[in-house]
């Protein structure tokens, strides 16, 4: 199947500083890729939709000037949490789907996540 | 709205017993439906998918769903646990048309006991 990588896998930051994960798929182009939190012992609730060329969407309550989301390219989209704060640990996750033509009755492709600890 | 229960926050099983996780969905479209699992700190794996086509699902490590639609339910099942079998599990809803964007039940935490 294809491949989605999720870049880092865990990071510690100073609260009040910026943290960027980056959500690459290796092997198909993406056009759009989904941005995940997981609380600890919590489901896995969807932030927002990246586009690529255009703004994300972002679903209700996530702030989007906290969590910004770049869609660089086909293969790449960032997601930037800035003057994070304890409350923003978590486990951030990425996916996407190869589009229309390209396989397009499939499921979408997880990263392997990034643990965020906020300190 | 979309919504998907998993009315089993927490089940036990004995190793060798059999399984069913329960899955209900809401979803105006026809929908996709997934489960998933994820051992402590880690990322999600696939277990199994339903698109379409015949509503019984065979998936990896074992394990079956079936897809009712009369009963907006996408149960999952395994004839005999494996300790290995101890994990969180997750059902998802999507649809075709908007591109992978899934919607994911509460979860249920499988503990598996010798």
């Known amino acids: 199947g294809a491949v989605v990588s999720q870049h880092p896998s865990w990071v510690i930051c100073k609260s009040g500083t910026s943290v960027k994960i980056e959500c690459r798929s290796l092997d198909f182009q993406a056009t759009t890729m989904f941005w995940y939190r997981q609380f600890p012992k919590q489901s896995l609730m969807l932030m927002a939709t990246s586009n690529e060329g255009s703004k994300a969407t972002y679903e209700q309550g996530v702030e989007k000037d906290k969590f910004l989301i770049n869609h660089a390219s086909l293969t790449l989209s960032t997601l930037t949490v800035t003057s994070a704060h304890p409350e923003d640990s978590s486990f951030y996750i990425c996916?996407?789907?190869?589009?229309?033509?390209?396989?397009?009755?499939?499921?979408?492709?997880f990263g392997q996540g990034t643990r965020l600890t906020v300190v | 709205a979309q919504s998907v229960t998993q009315p089993d926050i927490h089940i036990t099983v004995s190793e060798g017993a059999s399984l069913e996780l329960r899955c209900n969905y809401s979803y105006g479209a026809t929908p996709y439906l997934f489960w998933y699992v994820q051992s402590p700190g880690q990322g999600l794996q696939l277990l199994l998918k339903y698109f379409s086509g015949d509503t019984l699902v065979q998936g990896i490590k074992g394990f079956e769903a079936e897809f009712k639609r009369s009963q907006s339910s996408f149960n999952l099942r395994k004839p005999s646990v494996h300790w290995s079998d101890a994990a969180e599990y997750f059902c998802?809803?999507?649809?075709?048309?908007?591109?992978?964007?899934?919607?994911f039940g509460q979860g249920t935490e499988l503990s598996v006991k010798p």
């Open positions: 998802a809803v999507g649809t075709y048309n908007q591109g992978g964007k899934l919607i």
């Open positions: 996916s996407a789907r190869p589009p229309i033509g390209q396989g397009a009755n499939t499921e979408a492709f």
